[in-house]
């Protein structure tokens, strides 16, 4: 019951910080696997991702309600990034990730210098193209990140919000709100895979989905209330952590 807890108080935070700017995987996994250390990492990742796609849903369906967003451009987004997460997840499975692993941190930290640098960066939501351009960019950012998610996978959701700020010209709030959609896309294209080879505890992950929408709604309405400058603080920071976190896994350990 203790280690249920620990990883539905985990669960909790990590939906608030998915909610707001993705990232929420840079909580709950490390948690899983400090209180389960002697359990198969394919079996807690399929359980983060069973968790997971509750809150992603959760805060698609809130954001929503209150952000105007080009649905005729993000539901084929979210197709193209279900299938690049089924082909990332194949690939993983012939190719090593290694090298990737250690140009991660690098990529990360580009992204962080890039939007420290330009002080008003996804302060204002001004899309830039019309609705086909804007399509085909959506639905190629869908495949790309897609396909990253299903082959290595930290700072899926961060990568969603930046490229929808710089190439679409969209807020933070509204990359946040746009990520979330493509984000339950990846997950459920995860979970499908993982389910399919028996690898997700579903009572763990039951007691974690509903502590994550929990987290997921309390981020998604404070998200809404202070709006994109905050949801910018918190990519800042999401980030900052992910070159610490990915740092570390790639040259430490």
Do not use: C
């Amino acid at each position: 019951m203790i280690e249920l807890f620990t990883a539905a108080v985990a669960s909790l935070l990590a939906g608030f910080v998915d909610a707001v700017v993705g990232g929420g995987g840079l909580i709950l996994v490390p948690a899983l696997f400090s209180v389960y250390p002697n359990a198969a990492p394919a079996t807690l990742f399929g359980t983060n991702k069973g968790a997971a796609i509750w809150g992603t849903a959760w805060a698609t369906h809130q954001y929503a309600k209150r952000v105007s967003l080009p649905w005729l451009a993000l539901m084929p987004a979210a197709g193209a990034a279900l299938i690049g997460s089924f082909a990332g997840a194949w690939a993983v499975t012939q190719v090593d990730p290694s090298g990737l692993r250690k140009a991660l941190p690098a990529i990360l930290l580009g992204v962080l210098l890039y939007t420290l640098a330009k002080k008003d960066l996804g302060r204002h939501h001004a899309p830039r193209h019309e609705a086909t351009t804007q399509t085909l960019i959506a639905s190629a950012i869908g495949l790309t990140i897609g396909f990253y998610d299903g082959f290595f996978g930290p700072g899926t959701g961060s990568f969603f919000v930046f490229l929808f700020v710089r190439l679409l010209g969209f807020d933070f709030l509204h990359a946040s709100a746009t990520a979330k959609l493509l984000n339950t896309a990846t997950n459920f294209a995860a979970l499908v895979l993982f389910a399919a080879k028996g690898h997700v505890w579903w009572h763990v992950a039951a007691v974690m989905a509903v502590a994550n929408v929990v987290g997921s709604l309390v981020g998604t309405r404070m998200a809404l209330a202070k709006g994109a400058g905050f949801v910018r603080g918190m990519f800042v920071v999401v980030v900052s952590l992910l070159i610490l976190k990915t740092g570390h896994d790639a040259f430490l350990r």
